[in-house]
């Protein structure tokens, strides 16, 4: 298929147009490059690959694009509380008013796949399923909101709401919790945590790769559908997320601060057997990812944590 991705030199989209290509299908990426990457150097080589450096908000150009593709999965975005706060304005131009824009062009015979974020679903002590009430509990989670109201009422397209993302991939990011934890457990030796009983649900950067490409394959099945995309098997607090981490760092020393709090307040548990009744299974675990970030780590360390960072 002829697969637009826009946003896709940033950190998922690097993995996820190298995992196309290889599948075979044509990739069009449409980045604006804002934090400098070289991502997608090593693509060029294939020649069902094509970059444009352009802008989403630049309408025209981004509904030129979808009209000639089959499958579209707007990955451009502000990603995360701290990067909305900081420019709420592009933030909303991102994450909702390009879906809103992408949805209203799309065609009954064109494919379109959302991500969307956990963090729409705030906090809960209840097990969360596809059917929990949102309580975003911040701008970039009201964003995602919105864009999967749109997507849905349009009925064609899937949402994938996205556990918290770890993994090493061609555009780095240090700043997500489980790459931040690896990173200052190597180079400071030490996890100082707030709120450690908090959890939170994490998925592998390629099986988000591999849960597109079968979106793809499936998409008649699961058109219209809303599916949690996490590790069934990594519900973890910030300690359980620590203690595992020191099961390679073994010098590593934990300590809590019971005085201070974390900025995000996400802290649920998040059932992903929709998915997985699909028959879509996850291929990398939590240790895969610990073990592969502490080996990468040795090629990034020497440089300033600010070329990894979306902050």
């Known amino acids: 298929m002829k697969v637009l991705i826009t946003g896709g030199a940033g950190y998922l989209g690097s993995t996820l147009a190298e995992h196309l ?37 630049d309408t025209g150009r981004l509904l030129e694009q979808v009209d000639l593709h089959d499958a579209i999965i707007p990955l451009a975005a502000i990603v995360g509380m701290p990067a909305c706060k900081a420019n709420p304005e592009l933030a909303v131009d991102l994450n909702f008013k390009q879906i809103r824009n992408i ?21 809960s002590d209840q097990i969360i399923t596809e059917e929990s009430p949102f309580k975003p509990l911040s701008l970039y989670a009201q964003t995602k909101c919105d864009a999967e109201e749109a997507v849905l009422q349009q009925g064609n397209g899937i949402v994938l709401r996205l556990a918290t993302v770890f993994g090493v991939s061609p555009r780095m990011r240090q700043d997500l919790l489980v790459n931040d934890f690896v990173y200052k457990s190597v180079v400071d030796g030490y996890l100082v945590l ?49 203690e595992k981490i020191k099961e390679y760092v073994p010098k590593l020393v934990i300590k809590q601060d019971e005085f201070k709090e974390d900025f995000d307040k996400r802290n649920y548990i998040v059932s992903n057997a929709k998915l997985e009744s699909t028959g879509w299974r996850p291929m990398y675990d939590l240790d895969y990812g610990i073990k592969q970030l502490i080996q990468a780590y040795q090629m990034t360390i020497p440089y300033n944590n600010r070329n990894f960072t979306n902050l």
């Open 21 to 57: 290509l290889l599948k075979d299908h044509s990739v069009t990426v449409l980045d604006n490059l804002m934090y400098k990457q070289l991502s997608l150097l090593h693509l060029f080589k294939n020649p069902k690959f094509t970059f444009i450096n352009g802008d989403v908000r």
């Open 103 to 123: 949805v209203r062009r799309l065609r009954p015979d064109q494919k379109l796949i959302i991500p969307n974020t956990n963090s729409q679903y705030g906090s």
């Open 194 to 242: 707030f709120e450690a009983h908090f959890k939170r649900n994490y998925i592998h950067v390629q099986d988000i790769a591999r849960t597109f490409e079968f979106m793809i394959d499936n998409y008649e099945q699961c058109r219209g559908k809303v599916y949690n995309v996490g590790l069934s098997t990594a519900n973890l607090s910030k300690m359980e997320l620590a």
